[in-house]
Protein backbone atom coordinates (compact mmCIF):
# COMPACT_ATOMS: atom_id res chain seq x y z
CA UNK A 1 0.00 0.00 0.00
CA UNK A 2 2.77 2.52 1.13
CA UNK A 3 4.47 1.53 -2.33
CA UNK A 4 1.42 2.54 -4.55
CA UNK A 5 1.22 5.96 -2.50
CA UNK A 6 4.87 6.36 -2.74
CA UNK A 7 4.17 5.92 -6.46
CA UNK A 8 1.46 7.72 -7.33
CA UNK A 9 2.42 10.96 -5.08
CA UNK A 10 5.82 12.93 -5.23
CA UNK A 11 7.01 13.73 -2.07
CA UNK A 12 5.79 17.44 -2.42
CA UNK A 13 2.24 16.09 -3.58
CA UNK A 14 1.52 14.00 -0.50
CA UNK A 15 2.89 16.77 1.54
CA UNK A 16 0.54 19.08 0.41
CA UNK A 17 -2.21 16.51 -0.22
CA UNK A 18 -2.12 15.71 3.65
CA UNK A 19 -2.03 19.19 4.76
CA UNK A 20 -5.12 19.81 2.58
CA UNK A 21 -6.52 16.82 4.65
CA UNK A 22 -5.39 18.22 8.42
CA UNK A 23 -7.35 21.42 7.13
CA UNK A 24 -10.11 20.07 5.79
CA UNK A 25 -10.70 18.12 9.52
CA UNK A 26 -9.48 20.67 11.68
CA UNK A 27 -11.39 23.87 10.45
CA UNK A 28 -10.97 25.67 13.47
CA UNK A 29 -7.40 25.61 12.83
CA UNK A 30 -7.55 28.57 10.37
CA UNK A 31 -6.77 31.91 11.66
CA UNK A 32 -8.99 34.82 12.62
CA UNK A 33 -8.07 36.95 8.70
CA UNK A 34 -8.37 33.62 7.38
CA UNK A 35 -11.84 33.07 9.25
CA UNK A 36 -12.90 36.53 8.74
CA UNK A 37 -12.26 36.52 4.42
CA UNK A 38 -14.64 33.96 4.55
CA UNK A 39 -18.01 34.57 3.25
CA UNK A 40 -20.47 32.58 5.26
CA UNK A 41 -19.08 30.96 9.11
CA UNK A 42 -19.70 27.78 10.55
CA UNK A 43 -20.61 27.32 14.26
CA UNK A 44 -16.82 26.37 14.86
CA UNK A 45 -15.97 29.62 13.17
CA UNK A 46 -18.22 31.45 15.25
CA UNK A 47 -16.42 30.22 18.39
CA UNK A 48 -13.04 30.65 16.84
CA UNK A 49 -14.01 34.84 16.71
CA UNK A 50 -15.92 34.87 20.04
CA UNK A 51 -12.68 33.32 21.58
CA UNK A 52 -10.25 36.15 19.86
CA UNK A 53 -8.19 38.06 22.03
CA UNK A 54 -6.04 40.61 21.78
CA UNK A 55 -4.90 41.21 17.94
CA UNK A 56 -7.09 38.28 16.59
CA UNK A 57 -9.90 40.66 18.47
CA UNK A 58 -9.08 43.83 16.92
CA UNK A 59 -9.26 42.16 13.69
CA UNK A 60 -12.79 41.20 14.30
CA UNK A 61 -14.05 44.58 16.05
CA UNK A 62 -12.43 46.49 12.95
CA UNK A 63 -13.91 44.35 10.02
CA UNK A 64 -17.07 44.96 11.71
CA UNK A 65 -17.01 48.67 12.22
CA UNK A 66 -15.46 48.61 8.35
CA UNK A 67 -18.60 46.92 7.44
CA UNK A 68 -21.13 49.40 9.23
CA UNK A 69 -19.43 51.94 7.46
CA UNK A 70 -19.70 50.45 3.83
CA UNK A 71 -23.33 49.61 4.22
CA UNK A 72 -24.73 51.83 7.03
CA UNK A 73 -22.37 54.35 6.97
CA UNK A 74 -21.17 56.29 10.60
CA UNK A 75 -24.95 57.08 11.85
CA UNK A 76 -27.78 56.23 14.31
CA UNK A 77 -31.01 56.57 14.74
CA UNK A 78 -33.41 57.19 17.80
CA UNK A 79 -36.24 54.90 19.33
CA UNK A 80 -37.73 57.34 21.94
CA UNK A 81 -38.31 54.36 24.71
CA UNK A 82 -40.87 54.61 26.55
CA UNK A 83 -41.32 51.98 29.07
CA UNK A 84 -44.80 52.11 29.89
CA UNK A 85 -45.70 49.69 32.53
CA UNK A 86 -43.68 47.09 34.21
CA UNK A 87 -46.51 44.71 35.55
CA UNK A 88 -46.27 41.46 33.92
CA UNK A 89 -47.87 38.13 33.68
CA UNK A 90 -44.49 35.71 33.22
CA UNK A 91 -42.35 34.91 35.36
CA UNK A 92 -38.94 34.67 33.94
CA UNK A 93 -35.91 33.93 36.12
CA UNK A 94 -33.69 36.37 35.28
CA UNK A 95 -35.97 39.54 35.08
CA UNK A 96 -36.27 42.39 37.83
CA UNK A 97 -39.97 42.95 36.60
CA UNK A 98 -41.27 39.18 36.77
CA UNK A 99 -44.85 38.54 38.14
CA UNK A 100 -43.10 36.96 41.55
CA UNK A 101 -41.13 39.97 42.36
CA UNK A 102 -43.15 41.28 45.36
CA UNK A 103 -40.20 43.67 45.81
CA UNK A 104 -41.47 46.64 43.27
CA UNK A 105 -43.62 49.03 43.00
CA UNK A 106 -46.03 48.53 39.67
CA UNK A 107 -47.19 51.29 37.61
CA UNK A 108 -48.79 51.60 34.39
CA UNK A 109 -48.36 54.97 32.66
CA UNK A 110 -52.06 56.61 31.45
CA UNK A 111 -52.48 56.99 28.32
CA UNK A 112 -52.06 60.69 28.45
CA UNK A 113 -48.72 60.24 29.71
CA UNK A 114 -48.13 57.73 26.62
CA UNK A 115 -49.17 60.33 23.95
CA UNK A 116 -47.38 62.93 26.02
CA UNK A 117 -44.03 60.92 25.98
CA UNK A 118 -44.90 60.37 22.58
CA UNK A 119 -45.35 64.37 21.57
CA UNK A 120 -41.81 64.71 23.22
CA UNK A 121 -40.33 62.18 20.27
CA UNK A 122 -41.99 63.85 17.66
CA UNK A 123 -41.18 67.58 18.72
CA UNK A 124 -37.92 66.52 19.39
CA UNK A 125 -37.98 65.10 15.83
CA UNK A 126 -37.09 61.47 16.99
CA UNK A 127 -38.26 59.75 13.89
CA UNK A 128 -39.55 57.00 15.96
CA UNK A 129 -40.36 55.61 19.27
CA UNK A 130 -40.45 52.31 21.09
CA UNK A 131 -43.16 51.37 23.23
CA UNK A 132 -42.06 48.66 25.31
CA UNK A 133 -43.76 47.24 28.59
CA UNK A 134 -44.09 43.62 30.64
CA UNK A 135 -46.51 40.95 28.92
CA UNK A 136 -50.10 41.07 29.27
CA UNK A 137 -52.50 39.34 27.01
CA UNK A 138 -56.39 40.68 27.32
CA UNK A 139 -58.84 42.04 25.14
CA UNK A 140 -58.49 45.29 26.65
CA UNK A 141 -54.32 45.07 26.23
CA UNK A 142 -55.16 44.79 22.47
CA UNK A 143 -57.44 47.45 22.32
CA UNK A 144 -55.51 50.03 24.45
CA UNK A 145 -52.56 49.53 22.30
CA UNK A 146 -54.79 50.05 19.35
CA UNK A 147 -56.45 53.09 19.82
CA UNK A 148 -52.77 54.36 21.33
CA UNK A 149 -51.32 53.61 17.86
CA UNK A 150 -54.38 55.49 16.02
CA UNK A 151 -53.50 58.59 18.33
CA UNK A 152 -49.68 58.06 17.94
CA UNK A 153 -49.95 58.05 14.12
CA UNK A 154 -52.51 61.08 14.26
CA UNK A 155 -50.30 63.07 16.89
CA UNK A 156 -47.18 63.17 14.64
CA UNK A 157 -49.00 62.99 11.12
CA UNK A 158 -48.32 60.28 10.22
CA UNK A 159 -44.65 60.62 10.75
CA UNK A 160 -43.59 59.04 13.92
CA UNK A 161 -42.28 55.32 13.27
CA UNK A 162 -43.42 53.14 15.75
CA UNK A 163 -41.70 49.53 17.07
CA UNK A 164 -43.65 47.55 20.17
CA UNK A 165 -42.05 45.27 22.23
CA UNK A 166 -44.63 43.56 24.51
CA UNK A 167 -44.44 40.30 24.09
CA UNK A 168 -46.31 37.13 23.09
CA UNK A 169 -49.30 37.84 21.66
CA UNK A 170 -52.23 35.72 19.11
CA UNK A 171 -51.52 36.31 15.62
CA UNK A 172 -54.60 38.40 15.27
CA UNK A 173 -53.56 41.07 17.96
CA UNK A 174 -50.05 41.49 16.43
CA UNK A 175 -52.30 42.02 12.47
CA UNK A 176 -54.44 44.48 14.51
CA UNK A 177 -51.74 46.55 15.87
CA UNK A 178 -49.45 46.23 12.30
CA UNK A 179 -52.69 47.64 10.78
CA UNK A 180 -53.06 50.11 13.44
CA UNK A 181 -49.43 51.83 12.72
CA UNK A 182 -46.89 49.82 14.27
CA UNK A 183 -44.47 48.43 11.86
CA UNK A 184 -41.66 47.24 13.71
CA UNK A 185 -41.76 44.56 16.72
CA UNK A 186 -38.69 43.60 19.39
CA UNK A 187 -39.13 40.22 20.72
CA UNK A 188 -36.12 38.60 21.98
CA UNK A 189 -35.64 34.67 22.04
CA UNK A 190 -33.87 35.19 24.70
CA UNK A 191 -31.82 31.75 24.28
CA UNK A 192 -32.14 29.93 21.04
CA UNK A 193 -31.00 26.79 22.71
CA UNK A 194 -33.99 25.45 23.66
CA UNK A 195 -32.51 23.84 27.06
CA UNK A 196 -30.80 26.69 28.26
CA UNK A 197 -34.16 28.19 27.54
CA UNK A 198 -35.84 25.99 29.91
CA UNK A 199 -33.06 26.05 32.24
CA UNK A 200 -33.95 30.13 32.43
CA UNK A 201 -37.85 30.17 32.41
CA UNK A 202 -40.61 28.38 34.89
CA UNK A 203 -41.60 25.11 33.48
CA UNK A 204 -44.69 25.07 32.07
CA UNK A 205 -46.96 26.51 29.36
CA UNK A 206 -46.89 30.41 29.98
CA UNK A 207 -42.92 30.11 29.12
CA UNK A 208 -42.97 27.61 26.41
CA UNK A 209 -40.05 28.57 23.81
CA UNK A 210 -41.76 27.28 20.68
CA UNK A 211 -45.20 29.40 21.29
CA UNK A 212 -42.39 32.45 21.52
CA UNK A 213 -40.88 31.16 18.33
CA UNK A 214 -44.31 30.91 16.73
CA UNK A 215 -44.68 34.72 17.78
CA UNK A 216 -41.86 35.75 15.49
CA UNK A 217 -42.90 33.85 12.74
CA UNK A 218 -46.24 35.38 12.81
CA UNK A 219 -44.59 39.01 12.89
CA UNK A 220 -42.49 38.25 10.32
CA UNK A 221 -45.57 36.74 8.17
CA UNK A 222 -47.44 40.00 8.81
CA UNK A 223 -44.93 42.28 7.45
CA UNK A 224 -42.99 43.77 10.75
CA UNK A 225 -39.72 44.47 10.71
CA UNK A 226 -39.18 42.09 12.99
CA UNK A 227 -35.95 41.78 16.12
CA UNK A 228 -34.97 39.37 17.94
CA UNK A 229 -31.87 38.92 20.37
CA UNK A 230 -30.25 37.12 23.22
CA UNK A 231 -28.85 37.88 26.32
CA UNK A 232 -25.21 36.99 26.66
CA UNK A 233 -23.02 35.60 29.43
CA UNK A 234 -26.30 33.61 31.02
CA UNK A 235 -25.66 30.98 33.16
CA UNK A 236 -25.44 27.32 31.50
CA UNK A 237 -24.35 29.33 28.81
CA UNK A 238 -21.73 28.00 26.12
CA UNK A 239 -19.64 29.55 23.67
CA UNK A 240 -21.55 26.73 21.39
CA UNK A 241 -24.64 28.12 22.54
CA UNK A 242 -23.79 31.85 21.40
CA UNK A 243 -22.96 30.48 18.05
CA UNK A 244 -26.11 29.01 17.50
CA UNK A 245 -28.02 31.74 18.35
CA UNK A 246 -26.25 33.82 16.17
CA UNK A 247 -26.88 31.14 13.14
CA UNK A 248 -30.50 30.96 14.03
CA UNK A 249 -30.89 35.05 13.57
CA UNK A 250 -29.30 34.65 10.26
CA UNK A 251 -31.31 31.38 9.31
CA UNK A 252 -34.26 33.04 10.42
CA UNK A 253 -33.11 36.59 8.20
CA UNK A 254 -34.47 38.98 10.84
CA UNK A 255 -34.22 42.80 10.37
CA UNK A 256 -33.50 43.70 13.63
CA UNK A 257 -31.11 42.67 16.51
CA UNK A 258 -31.02 43.41 20.02
CA UNK A 259 -28.52 42.20 22.07
CA UNK A 260 -27.24 42.85 25.45
CA UNK A 261 -25.59 41.14 28.36
CA UNK A 262 -27.18 39.62 31.11
CA UNK A 263 -26.75 41.44 34.44
CA UNK A 264 -28.45 39.41 37.75
CA UNK A 265 -31.10 41.28 39.22
CA UNK A 266 -30.88 40.26 43.22
CA UNK A 267 -34.61 39.60 43.25
CA UNK A 268 -34.76 36.96 40.98
CA UNK A 269 -34.43 33.14 41.50
CA UNK A 270 -31.41 33.25 38.39
CA UNK A 271 -29.22 35.73 40.65
CA UNK A 272 -28.21 32.67 43.28
CA UNK A 273 -25.74 31.29 40.14
CA UNK A 274 -23.86 34.78 40.28
CA UNK A 275 -20.81 33.01 41.41
CA UNK A 276 -20.75 31.22 38.04
CA UNK A 277 -20.79 33.86 35.56
CA UNK A 278 -17.63 35.34 33.69
CA UNK A 279 -16.95 38.74 35.27
CA UNK A 280 -18.77 41.63 34.19
CA UNK A 281 -16.43 43.05 32.15
CA UNK A 282 -16.54 39.62 29.83
CA UNK A 283 -19.73 39.67 29.67
CA UNK A 284 -19.48 43.09 28.12
CA UNK A 285 -16.51 42.02 26.04
CA UNK A 286 -18.79 39.15 24.61
CA UNK A 287 -21.41 41.23 23.61
CA UNK A 288 -19.07 43.46 21.77
CA UNK A 289 -17.90 40.74 19.94
CA UNK A 290 -21.27 39.03 18.62
CA UNK A 291 -22.48 42.66 17.70
CA UNK A 292 -19.32 42.19 15.46
CA UNK A 293 -19.96 38.65 14.17
CA UNK A 294 -24.02 39.32 13.67
CA UNK A 295 -23.12 42.66 11.99
CA UNK A 296 -20.57 40.87 9.80
CA UNK A 297 -23.00 38.01 9.13
CA UNK A 298 -25.96 40.34 8.85
CA UNK A 299 -24.85 43.85 6.97
CA UNK A 300 -27.84 45.64 6.52
CA UNK A 301 -30.05 44.83 9.68
CA UNK A 302 -30.50 47.49 12.30
CA UNK A 303 -28.08 46.26 15.88
CA UNK A 304 -29.27 48.35 18.84
CA UNK A 305 -27.01 49.14 21.13
CA UNK A 306 -28.21 48.53 24.55
CA UNK A 307 -28.14 50.07 27.65
CA UNK A 308 -27.31 46.98 29.78
CA UNK A 309 -24.20 47.28 28.10
CA UNK A 310 -23.81 51.03 29.83
CA UNK A 311 -24.68 49.39 33.13
CA UNK A 312 -21.95 47.90 32.87
CA UNK A 313 -19.23 50.27 31.25
CA UNK A 314 -19.89 54.03 30.78
CA UNK A 315 -18.98 54.47 27.62
CA UNK A 316 -20.97 50.81 26.54
CA UNK A 317 -23.10 52.09 24.02
CA UNK A 318 -20.81 54.36 22.10
CA UNK A 319 -18.07 51.35 22.36
CA UNK A 320 -21.22 48.98 20.63
CA UNK A 321 -21.99 51.75 18.01
CA UNK A 322 -17.92 52.40 16.93
CA UNK A 323 -18.23 48.39 15.84
CA UNK A 324 -21.27 48.12 14.56
CA UNK A 325 -24.69 49.27 16.20
CA UNK A 326 -26.81 51.44 14.44
CA UNK A 327 -30.15 52.31 16.75
CA UNK A 328 -29.95 53.71 20.28
CA UNK A 329 -33.50 54.11 22.63
CA UNK A 330 -32.90 57.18 24.33
CA UNK A 331 -35.51 56.92 27.52
CA UNK A 332 -38.21 59.03 27.40
CA UNK A 333 -40.23 57.60 29.93
CA UNK A 334 -41.42 60.07 32.79
CA UNK A 335 -38.61 59.96 35.46
CA UNK A 336 -41.16 59.20 38.64
CA UNK A 337 -41.55 55.56 36.64
CA UNK A 338 -38.12 55.05 35.48
CA UNK A 339 -36.75 53.63 38.44
CA UNK A 340 -39.55 50.62 38.40
CA UNK A 341 -38.48 49.45 35.49
CA UNK A 342 -35.61 47.62 36.47
CA UNK A 343 -35.06 44.53 34.73
CA UNK A 344 -31.67 44.31 36.14
CA UNK A 345 -29.34 45.91 39.13
CA UNK A 346 -27.53 49.05 38.40
CA UNK A 347 -29.46 50.49 35.50
CA UNK A 348 -28.44 53.39 34.07
CA UNK A 349 -30.24 56.66 33.49
CA UNK A 350 -33.20 55.99 36.09
CA UNK A 351 -32.43 59.25 37.84
CA UNK A 352 -32.31 61.35 34.70
CA UNK A 353 -34.89 63.38 32.55
CA UNK A 354 -35.99 62.76 29.08
CA UNK A 355 -34.05 66.42 28.31
CA UNK A 356 -31.06 64.50 30.02
CA UNK A 357 -31.38 61.58 28.09
CA UNK A 358 -31.28 63.28 24.43
CA UNK A 359 -28.47 65.52 25.02
CA UNK A 360 -26.81 62.98 26.83
CA UNK A 361 -26.79 60.95 24.01
CA UNK A 362 -26.10 63.21 21.38
CA UNK A 363 -22.87 63.85 22.90
CA UNK A 364 -22.22 59.88 22.98
CA UNK A 365 -22.80 59.25 19.65
CA UNK A 366 -20.32 62.03 18.93
CA UNK A 367 -17.40 60.75 20.73
CA UNK A 368 -18.23 57.46 18.81
CA UNK A 369 -17.49 59.47 15.69
CA UNK A 370 -21.06 58.88 14.29
CA UNK A 371 -24.44 61.19 13.85
CA UNK A 372 -27.70 61.48 14.77
CA UNK A 373 -30.30 61.21 11.77
CA UNK A 374 -32.78 62.96 12.95
CA UNK A 375 -36.46 62.83 11.76
CA UNK A 376 -35.87 59.79 9.55
CA UNK A 377 -37.49 56.08 10.50
CA UNK A 378 -34.22 54.69 10.26
CA UNK A 379 -35.72 51.32 8.37
CA UNK A 380 -33.99 48.28 8.56
CA UNK A 381 -32.45 48.13 4.66
CA UNK A 382 -32.08 44.51 5.33
CA UNK A 383 -36.06 44.18 5.57
CA UNK A 384 -36.69 46.57 2.47
CA UNK A 385 -34.51 44.48 0.81
CA UNK A 386 -36.34 41.08 1.99
CA UNK A 387 -39.37 42.50 0.82
CA UNK A 388 -38.73 43.66 -2.16
CA UNK A 389 -37.36 40.60 -3.06
CA UNK A 390 -40.56 38.98 -1.53
CA UNK A 391 -42.85 41.10 -4.20
CA UNK A 392 -40.79 40.09 -6.94
CA UNK A 393 -40.74 36.34 -6.39
CA UNK A 394 -44.22 36.52 -6.58
N1 LIG B 1 -40.97 41.19 28.23
C1 LIG B 1 -41.06 42.05 27.07
C2 LIG B 1 -40.11 43.18 27.05
C3 LIG B 1 -39.60 43.67 28.34
S1 LIG B 1 -38.10 43.04 28.93
C4 LIG B 1 -40.83 41.23 25.84
O1 LIG B 1 -40.22 40.18 25.92
O2 LIG B 1 -41.22 41.66 24.79
C5 LIG B 1 -36.94 43.50 27.71
C6 LIG B 1 -35.72 42.63 27.66
O3 LIG B 1 -34.91 42.84 28.81
C7 LIG B 1 -35.98 41.16 27.68
O4 LIG B 1 -36.30 40.68 26.41
C8 LIG B 1 -34.67 40.59 28.22
O5 LIG B 1 -33.83 40.13 27.17
C9 LIG B 1 -34.02 41.78 28.90
N2 LIG B 1 -33.73 41.44 30.32
C10 LIG B 1 -34.58 41.01 31.26
N3 LIG B 1 -33.91 40.72 32.40
C11 LIG B 1 -32.61 40.97 32.17
C12 LIG B 1 -31.43 40.88 32.96
N4 LIG B 1 -31.45 40.44 34.21
N5 LIG B 1 -30.25 41.22 32.38
C13 LIG B 1 -30.21 41.69 31.13
N6 LIG B 1 -31.29 41.80 30.33
C14 LIG B 1 -32.49 41.46 30.85
Same mark, same amino acid.
Given at each position: ????????????????????? %??? %????????????????????????????????????????? =?????????????????????? $??? /?????????????????? *????????????????????????????????????????????????????????????????????????????????????????????????????????? #????????? #???????????????? *??? *????????????????????????? /????????????????????????????????? =????????????? /?????????? %????? *???? %????????????? =???? $??????????????????????????????????????????????
Amino acid at each position: MGYVWKRVLTPAASRLFLYLC %IMI %IKEEKLTIKEILDREDFTRENIISLLNSEGADRTLLLKKSA =DIKEKFIGNKVWFRGLIEFSNI $CSK /DCLYCGIRKGNKNLVRYN *LSDDEIIAAARFAYVNNYGSLALQSGELESPNVTSRIENLLYKIKDLSKGTLGVTLSVGEQEHKVYKKWYEAGAHRYLLRIEATNQALYNKIHPNDSKHDFNRRL #GCLKSLQDI #GYQTGTGVMIGLPFQS *LDD *LAGDLLFMKNFNIDMCGMGPYIEHV /DTPLSAYSDELLPLKDRFDLTLKMIAVIRIMMK =DINIVAATAMQAI /DPMGREKAVK %IGANI *LMPN %ITPGKYRDSYKLY =DNKP $CTEDSAEDCQSCLEARVSLADAEVVYGEWGDSKHYELRRSKEVSSK
